[in-house]
């Protein structure tokens, strides 16, 4: 299990899709005016967390 979490390629992707989750909430309550907290674990949208997973890995791949 350790050495899954010191795979930087992992870890880039991780990070990417964590991101793209977080940046949701503030993106939609620019629309909206309302903080909807929901979209942290919702599915789709965008940014596309799916995306920045597989780009995260993929150019993390490309580097190491």
Same mark, same amino acid.
């Given at each position: 299990? *350790?050495?899954? *979490?010191?795979?930087?390629? *992992? #870890?880039a992707g991780l990070i990417g899709?964590? #991101?793209?989750?977080?940046? +949701?909430v503030p993106?939609?309550?620019? +629309?909206?005016h309302r903080w909807n907290w929901a979209l942290l674990l919702a599915p789709g949208g965008m940014p596309s967390s799916h995306t920045a997973l597989v780009v995260g890995i993929t150019h993390a791949a490309? *580097?190491?």
């Amino acid at each position: 299990m *350790l050495d899954l *979490l010191n795979n930087p390629i *992992l #870890i880039a992707g991780l990070i990417g899709w964590a #991101i793209a989750q977080v940046v +949701k909430v503030p993106l939609e309550s620019r +629309k909206t005016h309302r903080w909807n907290w929901a979209l942290l674990l919702a599915p789709g949208g965008m940014p596309s967390s799916h995306t920045a997973l597989v780009v995260g890995i993929t150019h993390a791949a490309g *580097l190491f």
